[in-house]
């Protein structure tokens, strides 16, 4: 239990990665609040689980890429929780085309939900986050690592990190350490397993398998945990080896 006492907000914790990261941080002790987009049968499963697993925790419908909507999902999740220690921006959308079929919507919804959803969800959880807390971003391999028809999803990834990187050194005074994890090819609803694309993809994995979501959320709880003090404003990858 190394996070006992500690107050999570997970974005994006519905489905996939940011429901394991949910799950994971309340199995370590942590009260989670989890944000969501629309699913309310998928955000009302994971908080089940949690509760059923003996942890406590409740979901806030908030859309990321609606600056309105992401603060007031921020400020009543933390006034719920009663200050936040560990802030993990998991919510994220992936739209697939090459440059010449991308489109000014397309591209306005992944900056939208993967960047200033970010931006604007940090701005507003930072009065309520607490000296010497963390802040995980969920980036992605694709953030350094060119595949096919990702331009502008690679792009907010970059982004991501590169949040990441600043808000360490700005934070730093506070002790308030920002990380960045990013995954390789994760068995989700955003990327199955069982796609032909993932087959494809598997070829290019050293590892040979696509990786379970339970494998990101043990580098977050890492992150979020009293193991790592020292760790501000770096990047791990979580991949099977993919972008090696
Ligand atoms: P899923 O599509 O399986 O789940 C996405 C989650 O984000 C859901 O909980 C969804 O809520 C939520 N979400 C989506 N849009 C919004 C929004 N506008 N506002 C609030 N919440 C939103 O995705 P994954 O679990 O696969 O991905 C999670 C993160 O990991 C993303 O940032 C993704 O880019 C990143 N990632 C994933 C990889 C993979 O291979 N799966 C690889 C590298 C990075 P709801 O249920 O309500 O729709």
Do not use: C
Request: proline share 4%.
């Amino acid at each position: 239990m190394s996070l006992k006492g500690r107050k999570a907000l997970v974005t994006g914790g519905s489905r996939g990665i940011g429901s394991a990261i949910a799950r994971r941080l309340a199995a370590d002790g942590a009260t989670v609040a989890i944000t969501y987009a629309g699913n309310t049968a998928a955000a009302d499963a994971t908080v089940a689980a949690i509760r059923d697993a003996g942890g406590t925790a409740f979901a806030v419908q908030a859309d990321a890429a609606d600056p309105v909507s992401q603060r007031a999902g921020v400020e009543q999740a933390a006034a719920a929780l009663g200050g936040i220690d560990i802030l993990v921006h998991n919510a994220g959308v992936a739209e697939f085309s090459t440059v010449a079929d991308d489109s000014d919507e397309t591209y306005d919804r992944q900056f939208g939900v993967n960047v200033k959803g970010l931006h604007v969800g940090t701005r507003a959880a930072l009065p309520h986050l607490n000296d010497g807390g963390r802040i995980i971003l969920i980036g992605s391999i694709s953030g350094d690592k060119a595949f096919p028809a990702t331009s502008v999803y690679s792009a907010t990834k970059a982004a991501v990190a590169a949040l990441a990187r600043g808000w360490a050194k700005d934070l730093a005074p506070r002790n308030i350490l920002v990380n960045t994890v990013q995954p390789g090819p994760i068995d989700t609803d955003m990327n199955p397993a069982d796609s032909e694309f993932a087959q494809q993809m598997i070829e290019a994995i050293p590892l040979g398998r696509y990786g379970r979501v339970e494998e990101i959320a043990g580098a977050v709880a890492f992150f979020a945990g009293p193991d790592a003090t020292y760790i501000t404003g770096t990047t791990l990858n979580i991949d099977g080896g993919a972008a090696a």
